[in-house]
């Protein structure tokens, strides 16, 4: 397993993972509102005197952090995960600025299985819990890979069957030669 900047060939499966959840986009929405609205508030009617300088600091960095890098955070980050010719390619973005690559060989067993994130590996995105490294963004549902080595790596998906479908056709090839 090595991590690869850019992976070579074209996908045979592409998947792209988003952050999903309510409850995540519900907190950073209406923190994102009060930040704005607090901001254009002060602005709008002018610092009260008895705000110092800190004050004013402080309220123009928690809009900063909750009103514009937060929304950008959530839009932006995704994992997406590759099958080509020569392996696995996952990548957890904006967290690694490489892919990780899994060679067909370095695996020997893989199956869809139904996990809990929180429990296992310590929450969502990339994770290395008690359970072995995890990529997901939601969802119960995954595929976990037995490597050679003993890890266990667990990818998330949305699309199990197809992903297990093309891991099948290119795993029988590749034993095959």
Aim: glycine share 8%; charged share 20%.
């Amino acid at each position: 397993m090595d991590k690869t900047e850019i992976p070579y060939g074209q996908p045979i499966f592409r998947e792209v993972q988003r952050l999903r959840h309510g409850f995540l986009w519900i907190t950073v929405v209406v923190l994102a509102v009060l930040s704005w609205q607090m901001i254009l508030e002060r602005r709008l009617t002018h610092w009260p005197s008895d705000f110092s300088q800190a004050t004013k600091i402080s309220l123009i960095c928690a809009w900063i952090f909750f009103g514009i890098v937060m929304p950008l955070f959530m839009v932006f980050c995704r994992i997406i995960t590759e099958i080509r010719s020569d392996g696995i390619y996952v990548r957890c973005i904006p967290f690694e600025r490489r892919y990780l690559h899994i060679p067909f060989t370095d695996f020997k067993r893989y199956e869809i299985r139904t996990c809990h994130l929180l429990y296992e590996f310590g929450g969502f995105d990339s994770q290395e819990g008690f359970s072995g490294q995890a990529y997901n963004f939601g969802g119960d549902v995954g595929i976990q890979f037995n490597m050679l080595d003993g890890r266990q790596i667990m990818i998330g998906t949305h699309r199990s069957d197809e992903f297990v479908k093309v891991l099948h056709s290119i795993c029988d090839k590749t034993r095959q030669t």
